[in-house]
């Protein structure tokens, strides 16, 4: 169910517009917060623990009753939690206040506005635009804004430092990321979400599907130069130069603690499913069943995306654990140099073969 | 189109840093990231270390040489033990050398196990990490039978060792090697040869062997910048002739002779001879006891002594004055990662604020043994 659809159905109808908006958005709102909360856990603990088996670790374990973690460790993320609750919210006396303030909200509105186009399925979307891919680019950016506030509000030179860098990291990813949503864009004709998913059904040949990834050799590469670039977008590792934790201490979070700094940590999760599920609606069907007409009702469309996404998840979690960190100039240059004239050359590429396959 | 510099701002790294390797404070004047000057600030850690063993015997300081570089605390009583033994005109039994030489390959290993380990860490892989310290720990096991402690050992003294090695030490040690072995192998594929980690250090914080022979630099970064020397083999003590084993010395496999990739490598390589060693010390060591040469006083004649050996981080020498009584006159110690510390400011120039650290940490310096 849309907003628009949500809209016309609330009893205060056209009498009070207002009042009606505001209710369909609290409507809408509040079931995404919760989902990006959950989400935010599920991920936490999935990260501690894939990271714990990558490592060699059996992560946190807990075994009976008490304060322990629970089984398997169940609970820690929910400790984790509690414990960013109730700690200490610092704000240095020399920092900017409203900024500072300020700052983790505009990080995370970015993350959570964005939620508002995803696809799950065929029929739950909050809204269809017609520019929903563009839009979910353009509020994406939204979040480096804030990681600017914070590092500059906090008035710690590794803050900074941390701010300075996400700023050349935008200007270097998001030119790929963007030039790459193009042709997928002349492909499919279509800006709205569930047109790319639409476009998408189907089969080549009969037997793989009809995702945007097979199309075509340079949809193939486009998609691999968005997720790279969608790492990016979410700072992490091999792109968490803005944080770089041996270097910034925390980067642009270092001064931050308590609730504020859990906003963070929340946005950078909640973009990581945003940047994962933007790929898989692009590229890999979306809420699309990997073999055409298989379990394709909307209940499973749900399950579909969702398991794609948590995929690509898995696949940034992955890398966090295997890959060191590129220096920030190394990434300008893999983006300047190399992700943007194969995106260039991608839309030609593509352009040709619409002219050629029809 | 010329460089445009704006003002340069002072940035205090550490004390409190994640990436200073202990209690070290790096002034730095950037231009934006470049780095255009870097001073080690040293002292944080200073314990008189050197002023403690004036007052006391010659066998109550080896409990300080531990303290200095607690990461290969074995290497520092090596160290020291032979040079009061030379003074002394001491010669230990058969047994002894080999379950010392056993020991400090054992502790080098380890050492450089950690460092590689950090290093992965500087650069910001933190798996590698993981798995070395678990190896390590297997290491540390080791020692803990040996003389039960983990970190701090007490164990090579004047004249002998503390115990004999247990039942069952030299199976231990051969079950470990075999596992261990394999391992590095799993090290290189992991982080050695990964690309992003080649990007990261190779070519960066190169160390032309003239500058590194000028400061003074010894050990694994000498060797990585394609300097042969090793006191084991140069000038052998103990019984280090008669094991074969090589050198290895940087080649500028990943970029140029003496970058950060070589020092990192020379380390890699180095873990493979000193398990040669110790499996060639395994077979060779013959039975007798460890404490028939320990001195009831120690008390060197007049004199005095400069003896180096080699520790994972390079020369490491004592200079020991005997007045001939049973308290050292003056102790010296010669550190390996005073020197390697001494040209960070050198070799960074110029470079930018994420591979200073990762130059620093390719110079595997220890705090405790730096500040003394």
């Known amino acids: ?135 979910i680019l353009a509020v994406g950016s939204l979040s480096v804004i804030g990681i600017i506030l914070a590092g500059w509000s906090s008035n710690n030179k590794w803050s900074l430092y941390g701010g300075m860098r996400s700023v050349a990291q935008i200007v270097s990813y998001e030119i790929p990321a963007g030039l790459s949503i193009i042709s997928i864009i002349m492909l499919t004709g279509t800006l709205s979400m569930q047109g790319i998913n639409e476009f998408q059904q189907g089969t080549i040949w009969g037997i793989l599907p009809n995702w945007i990834i097979f199309n075509n050799p340079f949809s193939f590469i486009a998609f691999f130069i968005f997720f790279i670039s969608g790492v990016a977008e979410c700072n992490r590792t091999p792109f968490d130069i803005p944080e770089a934790e041996s270097e910034l201490v925390a980067g642009a979070f270092t001064e931050y603690s308590g609730m504020r700094y859990a906003f963070f940590f929340l946005s950078e999760y909640a973009e990581m499913f945003v940047v994962s599920g933007v790929s898989v609606t692009a590229f890999l069907g979306g809420w699309n069943s990997p073999i055409s007409g298989f379990f394709n009702s909307p209940g499973w469309g749900v399950f579909w995306f969702m398991g794609k996404t948590l995929s690509l998840v898995f696949v940034m979690i992955w890398f966090r654990w295997t890959f060191p960190r590129l220096r920030v100039d190394q990434l300008m240059s893999i983006c300047w140099k190399v992700f943007l004239p194969f995106s260039l050359l991608n839309i030609f590429g593509v352009g040709i073969w619409i002219l050629i396959a029809g | 189109m010329g460089v445009v510099h704006g003002d340069l701002m002072t940035l205090n790294i550490g004390p409190q840093h994640p990436s200073t390797h202990g209690v070290l404070r790096l002034k730095v004047k950037t231009d934006g990231e470049i780095i255009s000057e870097v001073e080690p600030i040293i002292g944080y850690l200073h314990r008189c270390f050197e002023k403690h063993c004036e007052n006391v015997s010659y066998e109550q300081v080896i409990p300080y040489t531990d303290r200095c570089d607690y990461i290969a605390a074995m290497n520092n009583n090596f160290g020291y033990a032979v040079t009061v033994e030379e003074l002394m005109e001491i010669k230990v039994p058969e047994r002894v050398e080999y379950i010392r030489v056993i020991v400090a390959e054992l502790n080098r290993i380890a050492s450089h196990l950690l460092a590689l380990g950090a290093y992965g860490l500087d650069v910001g892989a933190f798996t590698p990490f993981l798995y070395m310290f678990r190896d390590r720990e297997r290491i540390l096991d080791l020692f803990e039978t040996l003389c039960g402690a983990r970190l701090l050992y007490n164990y090579i003294w004047v004249g002998g060792v503390s115990h004999d090695l247990p039942p069952g030490f030299i199976d231990a040690v051969y079950s470990f090697l075999d596992y261990f072995e394999p391992k590095i192998e799993e090290y290189n594929e992991l982080l050695t040869y990964n690309k992003i980690f080649i990007e990261r250090t190779g070519d960066v914080g190169v160390m032309p062997p003239e500058v590194a022979v000028s400061y003074g630099v010894t050990g694994p970064n000498l060797r990585g910048s394609g300097v042969k020397w090793d006191i084991r083999k140069d000038e052998p003590y103990s019984i280090y002739d008669k094991f074969d084993f090589n050198i290895p010395v940087g080649a500028g496999k990943m970029g140029t002779v003496g970058d950060c990739w070589d020092r990192y490598f020379v380390r890699m390589v180095e873990m493979k001879e000193s398990v040669k060693i110790t499996r060639q010390a395994l077979k060779g060591i013959p039975a007798g006891d460890v404490h028939q040469t320990l001195p009831k006083k120690i008390r060197p ?51 930018m604020m994420s591979d200073v650290l990762v130059i620093l940490g390719s110079l595997d310096i220890v705090l405790g043994e730096i500040d003394r």
């Open chain 1, 1 to 135: 169910m849309t907003v628009d659809q949500l809209i016309n159905w609330l009893p205060f109808g056209t009498d009070w517009p207002v009042i009606t908006f505001l209710t369909a958005v609290i409507i809408c709102a509040l079931p995404v917060f919760l989902f990006i909360a959950v989400y935010a856990l599920v991920a936490i603990y999935g990260e501690v623990k894939i990271s714990s088996f990558m490592a060699d670790k059996v992560g946190p374990m807990g075994q009976g009753v008490g304060l322990h973690a629970g089984k398997w460790g169940l609970l820690q993320p929910v400790a984790d939690a509690l414990k960013l609750i109730l700690k200490e919210d610092i704000i240095p006396s020399a920092a900017d206040k409203k900024l500072f303030v300020m700052a983790p909200f505009v990080v995370f509105i970015g993350a959570f506005i964005s939620f508002a186009a995803l696809p799950f399925s065929q029929n739950t979307i909050i809204a269809d635009m017609n520019i929903g891919i563009f839009y």
């Open chain 2, 301 to 351: 004649p007049q004199g005095s002594i400069y003896k180096r050996t080699e520790s994972p981080r390079g020369d490491l020498a004592y200079y020991i004055v005997s007045d001939g009584s049973p308290i050292p006159y003056r102790l010296k110690m010669r550190s390996p990662a005073f020197t390697a510390l001494s040209v960070l400011g050198e070799i960074s120039q110029g470079w």
